[in-house]
């Protein structure tokens, strides 16, 4: 593919996902079709309730930051963060991860979420207001260009958003730069094991909804070192029968080409990634 090519599906893409995630927005909830989520599944790859936090102060969140939660696991967890650290999310929605990060980083602490969606950052940015959370703001940006200075962060997270980039090495590299030496990356995403039929990786609705742009775990790893990552750790967690059941639903089950519902739970997985840049 020629790099006008690339550039045109690159935007197709971004302009898809953006009006999807907006679309969200103006509904209050997750779209019924084509999304991470169903609102009728407990198991979705992306599911906006609050049962994949280990964090128990995620519940005492308002409806308006849970309602509008699109993630597969909880990064803010798996970083371990630390009072006075300085924290980046990729793809920060309504700010869920922002402000649970917000309270492990404490007032000496800082968080900015970047976000490519303008509804996203409107309602992110209400809030904020609403939660008084002086030591969060939320800057408009795409993941592949941060609006961020040189190793100015102590922990990047993400949660089910690296994997919409059609550009991930880009992504990787942007994370890289942005990193102080020593800091640590920390995401929940979608990932494969093994390829995806055709048909489902030239869907957009599909990539708009975590599926289609998920990446081969192993080439995710390779490009995470390609940017220059160290010590890069993956566990996997499989999803259930629900799960899959409501991915055929969303999809049109003709999509996974045949494949059973145990082949498709192995081959699509929620993956917690972490690395390090080094320290010198």
Known sequence: MSDVNIQKESITIKKKVREHYASAIVKKNTPSSGGCCSESSNHSCCNKSTQLYDDPTVFELPAEVTDISFGCGDPVTLASLQPGQTVLDLGSGGGIDCFLAAKKVGPEGHVIGVDMTPEMIERARENKTRLKADNVEFRLGEIEHLPIADQSIDVVISNCVINLSVDKQQVLNEVYRVLKPGGKLAVS?????????????????????????????????????????IKVEVRP???????????????DK???????????????????????????
């Open 254 to 280: 003709k999509k996974f080409a045949g494949l059973s519902r145990e082949t498709i739970k192995k081959m699509i997985f929620s993956a917690k990634i972490t690395a390090f840049k080094p320290a010198s």
């Open 189 to 229: 995403d979608i990932v494969t094991q093994g390829s995806l039929p055709e048909i489902l990786m030239e869907d957009l609705t599909a990539w708009a909804g975590c599926i289609s742009g998920a990446l081969d775990i192993n080439e995710y790893v390779s490009i995470i070192e390609k940017a220059g990552f």
């Open 237 to 251: 967690v499989y999803f259930d029968d629900d799960m899959v059941k409501e991915a055929e639903k969303s999809l």
